[in-house]
C-alpha cells in the first residue's frame, strides 16, 4: 500500500453535524438573505458559542445599543411639540417617516411608526400566513412537528364536575384481537360497557384512558389524571355514545359541554428561549394551521380565562402550580402555550412578539417537514368525525 | 443580489453534510461550523459569480477549500499530532477525527508527509482520497483544468513516497 492509498485508508468517519448547530447556522444563513432583501446589511455568520460567534454578538450588541440610543432619540423628539427637527432621527429612520423638517408651529399627531405603504401586513392566523415564528434569529430549545393523524378526530368535553375529558378516534385501523373478558393487570374487573353499540373496552390505561375497539377504528376516552375508573361522568359519557354506520354520536347528557372539536390537523411546535423577570424562561409554543382546541387541549384540565382578550382556557400543573398552558386561537390557528414560572400576561407578551409565517417560511427556516402521512393503513373507508348534540 | 428562499435553503440541506464533513476532516469539527458558515454566507452572496459549468458542490468545495487555506497551520498540526501520537493515545484523543482505527506507524507517516505537501497538492490529495472528487471536481474546487489534476496527481503520489522514505524512523511508533 502506497502512501496515498494509506492515506485514503484513513479517511476520517465524520459524524453528522450536531443537530443545533446546523439549525442554528440555517436560520443565520436566512437571517442573512432577509437583511440582504431588506437592505439592513448582512450580519457576521457564526456558530452559536464559539469564541468568533460570541465576539460577533457583542459586537452586534453593541451596534444594537447604537441604534437603540438613536430610536430612543427619535422617539423621545417625535412626540414633542416642537418645530425643529429630531437631532438624531434623520440618520436612524427612513425619511418617510421622519419628523417635518420645515418649521411648523401646529401641534401635529405623532408620525406613524411604519412608513405609509400600500403593502398588506400580514395578519397571523390566516390562510397565506398560519403559523408565528420568532422574530430573526432565535435559538430554539425545541423544534418539531408532527404531521396530523390520517383520519383522526378529537373532541374536547368538559364534565359536569368541571373536569376536562377529551376522545379521540382514528379510522379502521386494523384493531388488535379483542382480550377475553377478565381482570387488568391490577386485578379490577374490566366491564364491557355496552358493546352491542359502542364497541369493546378493552383496556385502560392508569385508571384514566380508555381504549374501545369500534367496527371500524379505535376510540380512546381520557379522563382526568389520577381519576378513579369508571367514574359516574365516565360512565355517562360512555353510555351517551352511540354509532351510526361509522358516525360516532355523542349525546351529551345535561350538565356537559363542548371545548372543541374537529379533525386531526399538522402540528408546529418550538420552544423559545425568553428572558421574563431576569430569568431564562423556555416557552413552548404549538401550532395547529385549521386546527382546533380538542387536539390542543390533549391532556390538560382546562378553566376558561381570556388570552389577548380572545376567549381561551388555562390549565395549571397538579404537581406545579406555577407551570401553566393556554390554548385558544390565533385566527384560524389553534394553539397551545405553556411555560413554568409565568403568568399569562408573560405568555401573551410572547406570542405579540412573535411574527406571522407560513408553512413555507417554516422550512426554509428550520428544515422540511416530516412525511405527511403514515402509509394508509385503514381497513374500510374514512370514518366521520364526532357528532355531537345535547341532551 | 444574495440567493434567498428555496433556492437557498435546498442549497444548504443538499451540501451542508458533505461541506462540514470535508471541513471536519481537514481541520476537526470544532472549527469546522465556523468555517461552514462562512462557506455558505459566501455561497449565498457570490451566486451569481458562480461559474456557469460545473456542480453545486464543486463550487461549494472551492470556496470551502480556499476558506480552509486560513487554516493551513491548523490542518498541518492535526496531521503532525496523528505522526508524533502513538495508536493507543490518538484513541484517547480530544478530536474524535484523529482516534481512527487506521492510525498507526505506516498512517502516522503518510499524514506527517502529507503536511509537508504544497498546499495546492495537499487540496487535491484530500479531496480525492478522502472526498472522492473527480479530476474535474477537484479542479474546480482547486481552480485547475482536469488535465492538471491528473498530472499532479501522479505527482503527488511521488512526493509522498519520497517524504514518507525520508522521514526517520519514530522509535515510540515502531516499538
Known sequence: MNPYQTIEAARPSVPPMPPIARRHLREHLFEIATRSQTSLGDPNVTAPNTARGNAARLAALALLGVVGVGGLAYSASRGAETNVAAPNAATTVPVTTGPPTTPNTVLQPPPPTIAPTTTEVPEPGTEATPLLLPVGRQPLDELTVVRRSLGGASLLLRAPDLSTISIHEADGIQPEPPAPPGTDEAGITIPVVQPQVVGTLEVIHDGTIYDVAVPCGTLHVRDRDGSIPYRPEIVSLLSSIRLDRGTINVALPAGWGVIGAGPSTDAFTFGLPVDIAEREVTVSLTQYPDGNLAIAGVGGQWSPITFLGQPAWISRDADDATEIEVIGFVGTTAFRIGARAVDVADLEAVVTGLEPGDVDEWITRFGELPPATDPDIRICQAQPEFAVTSV | ?175
Open chain 2, 1 to 175: 443580489m444574495t440567493l434567498t428562499g428555496p433556492a437557498a435553503a435546498r442549497l444548504y440541506d443538499d451540501h451542508v453534510d458533505a461541506i462540514y464533513g470535508y471541513i471536519a476532516r481537514r481541520i476537526g469539527p470544532d472549527l469546522a461550523v465556523d468555517v461552514v458558515g462562512d462557506v455558505f454566507e459566501q455561497a449565498l452572496k457570490a451566486h451569481e459569480r458562480r461559474p456557469a459549468k460545473g456542480t453545486d458542490r464543486g463550487w461549494l468545495m472551492a470556496i470551502a477549500t480556499a476558506l480552509l487555506r486560513r487554516h493551513g497551520t491548523t490542518e498541518c498540526a492535526r496531521l503532525e499530532t496523528w505522526s508524533t501520537e502513538s495508536a493507543d493515545a490518538l484513541h484517547g484523543a480530544t478530536d474524535p477525527l484523529l482516534a481512527n482505527p487506521a492510525s498507526g506507524r505506516p498512517t502516522a507517516t503518510a499524514m506527517a508527509a502529507a503536511a509537508e505537501l504544497d498546499p495546492v497538492d495537499r487540496d487535491l490529495l484530500f479531496l480525492t482520497a478522502w472526498e472522492h472528487c473527480s479530476p474535474g471536481e477537484a479542479g474546480e474546487a482547486t481552480g485547475l483544468a482536469a488535465a492538471v489534476v491528473r498530472s499532479r496527481l501522479g505527482n503527488i503520489r511521488k512526493e509522498l513516497k519520497r517524504l514518507v522514505a525520508h522521514r526517520p524512523a519514530d522509535p515510540e511508533l515502531d516499538g
